[in-house]
């Protein structure tokens, strides 16, 4: 059955560089795209970006600068590198997948991202 | 960026009422292949989110006929009839039809 799994570090210190990882199953990258989607403690849901079936990425504008989202087909695989983390990006970071006709149908169960010294 | 505004932004409902929330974007949801990409979410307490429609009105795979989706343009709204204990939660609407997709605010919905 499709499944994604996020996977990351925890804990990381202001300036410094997130790296996570979605791991999926069920169903092949180069048919389906992958969101990132972030919520900061006790607050609503924000669009990070995309990766489509065909590699191609948007992301969210605010972020843009800081954001880098890639991919591994071979493993299954999605990245996420986000640098010069603050204070502010503390959140629950989620994968979601979609498809033509099929959106946020399927999420993970998020990874807790704590930014702090 | 789309701003989409739901309200009420809480709303407190007995098992058995019927509640409508509503979405409002700042711009029209209506793509130019002609659909429009608006969708609802429910996330439950301490769970990721899950879709329950998605285009409007389309029913997500087992979600329950109680809910259902209307609207257009730029006016949107979720209603679910006879409500139950399992639907408390947080419901947020979402568009994908502009770049960067955006999220409303979200609307919790407690049981009295």
């Known amino acids: 059955q499709v499944q994604l799994k996020e996977s990351g570090p925890g804990l990381v210190q202001p300036s410094e560089t997130l790296s996570l990882t979605c791991t999926v199953s069920?169903?092949?990258?180069?048919?389906?795209?992958v969101h990132w989607v972030r919520q900061p403690p006790g607050k609503g849901l924000e669009w990070m970006g995309i990766?489509?079936?065909?590699?191609?990425?948007d992301y969210n504008s605010a972020l843009k600068s800081r954001l880098s989202i890639s991919r591994d087909t071979s493993k299954s695989q999605v990245f996420l590198k986000m640098n010069s983390l603050q204070t502010e990006d503390t959140a629950i970071y989620y994968c979601?997948?979609?498809?033509?006709?099929?959106?946020?149908?399927?999420w993970g169960q998020g990874t807790l991202v704590t930014v702090s010294s | 960026d789309v701003v989409m505004t739901q309200t009420p932004p809480s709303l407190s409902v007995a098992i058995g009422q019927s509640v409508s929330i509503s979405c409002k974007s700042s711009?029209?949801?209506?793509?130019?292949?002609?659909?429009?990409?608006l969708h609802w979410l429910l996330q439950s307490p301490g769970r990721s989110p899950k879709r329950l429609i998605y285009?409007?009105?389309n029913l997500g795979s087992g979600v329950p006929d109680r809910f259902s989706g209307t609207g257009s343009q730029k006016d949107f709204t979720l209603k679910i009839s006879r409500v139950e204990a399992e639907d408390l939660g947080v419901y947020y609407c979402?568009?994908?039809?502009?770049?960067?997709?955006?999220f409303g605010s979200g609307t919790k919905l407690e049981i009295k």
């Open positions: 979601t997948r979609t498809r033509v006709g099929d959106w946020f149908a399927y």
């Open positions: 711009q029209s949801l209506v793509y130019s292949d002609g659909k429009t990409y």
């Open positions: 990766i489509r079936s065909g590699g191609s990425t």
């Open positions: 285009q409007v009105s």
């Open positions: 979402a568009q994908t039809t502009h770049f960067p997709f955006t």
């Open positions: 069920g169903f092949s990258l180069t048919s389906n795209s």
